[in-house]
């Protein structure tokens, strides 16, 4: 056992020497940074409500900073008493402005009269970046999960196809439902191949339910997913066609993470 003991005590000895020793002639301010100074912002007087730097998408009053995602027309969904609600027939919508990685707010609401069941029950979406038209992009799925199984990587607060959420916190229909979301964008080389991935942190309701996920491509309905190169893009809210009542939204919020 000699030699099993020494080697143990020659271990310990170089972890020794390879940890770090303060020298009397050390200061705590050297090790005190200055600079850059975080700029101040302001918080709303809710967690809710936006910090003094976020551009604010929807306020209830307009959808001014929304349009149609297949024709670039007025987005044609409807508001009313401070609410965003889903048409349909309108098609997709997305934001006028393009983002790279940001912190996202937003709330929505199935309706108390939802009917359907599985994916057929208020179903929507939010694409953290919307590549394309149609469901082109990454989608972070809007639905009733309230007492309403389905596959699971599809229910409420998952990466579409992608990412089970982990918890399902979900309101019961009527309830008004948050998202808190910090999406990285993907990086893309000058040949179009993957510098970095996305990834995603959302909290449901104040639960977390994605935590730094990183994302293997875009959504896809049939198959796996895959990314292609894109540089910024808008932020899309889905009109999707199943038969229930239209889902709302309300104070929608985004802060840029990135120059």
């Given at each position: 056992m ?10 310990l ?22 600079q850059?100074?975080p ?12 910090p ?8 209830g ?8 995602t297949n ?17 349909k ?28 069941s ?41 990466v ?68 292609k190169?894109h ?29």
């Amino acid at each position: 056992m000699r030699a099993p003991l020494a080697l143990f005590a020659g271990a310990l000895l170089m972890a020794a020497a390879a940890t770090p020793v303060a020298n009397a002639q050390d200061k705590p301010q050297d090790t005190e940074v200055y600079q850059p100074v975080p700029p101040v912002v302001t918080p709303g007087p809710t967690d809710a409500a936006p910090p003094s730097d976020a551009l604010v998408l929807f306020g209830g009053k307009d959808l001014g900073h929304w349009v149609n995602t297949n024709n670039k027309a007025p987005a044609g969904w409807t508001v009313a008493n401070g609410v965003m609600i889903v048409e349909k027939k309108a098609g997709n919508i997305e934001t006028r402005e393009t983002f790279g990685s940001f912190q996202l707010h937003l709330e929505w609401r199935v309706p108390k009269d939802v009917t359907g069941s599985g994916q057929g029950r208020g179903n929507s979406g939010v694409f953290l970046a919307s590549t394309g038209a149609g469901d082109a992009g990454y989608e972070l799925q809007i639905m009733d999960s309230y007492n309403n199984p389905t596959y699971v990587n599809g229910q409420a607060a998952s990466v579409y196809k992608q990412s089970i959420p982990l918890a399902n916190a979900m309101r019961p229909p009527g309830q008004w439902q948050s998202y808190d979301v910090i999406w990285t964008a993907p990086k893309f080389n000058a040949d179009g191949s993957l510098k970095s991935p996305a990834k995603i942190t959302a909290l449901h309701n104040g639960v977390l339910v994605q935590n730094d996920y990183v994302l293997t491509g875009e959504t896809r309905y049939i198959g796996k997913p895959f990314y292609k190169a894109h540089g910024p893009t808008p932020i899309k809210l889905q009109a999707h066609g199943d038969p229930s009542p239209p889902i709302s939204f309300r104070n929608i919020w985004v802060r840029r993470l990135e120059p």
